[in-house]
């Protein structure tokens, strides 16, 4: 990460994901309109095990960033399964199960057979 990440990319590496959070609040002041801020806070909130809040900043990002689908649907289907809404998670998961090449194929296919 470059700045002005670069403070957060440390917190983060230490695993401190309120920390990085505080810091990322922060600096939305300053970039209101940034999609790897967006994109921080929503793995942060994931970390943290706030599903439900995660999801808000996911979903706001495959619009502007279609390139980041493949991760924007494994931490969607995280964030579902934190909120506890399996039913919604188990499709996403198929979904990147069955896409060859999918660089979450292995992992979805695991919590299908988790979800079982």
Known sequence: FKPPFSQTAQLL??????????????????????????????YCLLEMGEGGDALRYFDQLEVNQP????????????????????????????EMAATPGHPFRQQSQKALELLK
């Open 13 to 42: 590496s230490k695993r401190d994901f309120m920390g990085a959070f505080v810091r990322l609040e922060q600096q939305e002041r300053k970039l209101p309109e940034n999609d790897t801020l967006r994109f921080l806070k929503g």
């Open 67 to 94: 390139n980041w689908k493949p991760q924007l649907q494994w931490y969607r289907g995280l964030g579902l399964l934190l909120t506890g809404d399996v039913k919604k998670a188990r499709p996403l998961f198929r």
